[in-house]
């Protein structure tokens, strides 16, 4: 334990190390999003900007046939059809431009349409709601941090939902962490442990961490990372043994949650509520 203590200490080093840590995340995460966004449009344009391409082409050379021009007169005329002088040209150079005309207006129509489907399908709906999680997220103050969506921590979630506590979650799974996000709650899938995940779930500015994942030394682990990085949040972290929970306090956590524990003492509750009653009968 003493290591981890050791390793956490805070320091000018271990400042400088957050701050280039938050840089190199948010420098990761545009190139990531840019790179998804970029990947779905190109599936969805290439053929449109392909067949527009080759149409250009054969428009420039039938101009040039026919009036004699320069390619790149050609190729204005193309998208700036009023700048041909009808009384000057030929009547097949009338008729082309129409054609021209219609045709670029069809592949407007065809390119806005494979836009609206990029954006409108389902990857292209899971990118643009990772990126308003993302902004959602970066505007979040005074809040909560949870870590970990197993069975406590969706009976934590759903306890702040109720009482509309704002809170960020952190999870690895990939299919839940997309499920959540269709849910419109706020979610990053990462590992809790690293410090650059913390700090993307906004740690210098939450009033508190919640830790309860089904591990005892990654909840120790989490709690002395969230302790180096914000002295005044509050820590509430799960601990499954006695002997993990006197190191997991003694690290920084503000409380210590042992689940097996409070249900026995519930149910050591129940039991005496209902005895007296029980002894009555006999």
Known sequence: MPVSLLYFSDSPGRLCAALLARAGWMKRERTNFMGRITILFLRRLWLPTLVFGAFCLICVAVYTTLEGLRAIDAFFWIFHPHSIDYRSVRAATKLFSIFVYVGVFAFQVWIAERVLVTIFNRQGLEAWKSMINDANIAKLKDHFIICGYGQVGRTVVDQLTRLEIPFVLIETNEGLCRELLN???LVIQGDAKRHDVLVQAGIERACGICIVIDSDSDNLYITVTARSLNAKAKIITRAGQQRYANAIRNSG????????????????RMIQKYYPALGSLK
Not at 254 to 264: L, M, Q, S, T
């Open 253 to 268: 956590a503000d409380e210590v949650i042992i689940p097996e524990y409070e249900g026995g003492l519930m149910t050591g």
């Open 183 to 185: 849910d419109d709650v």
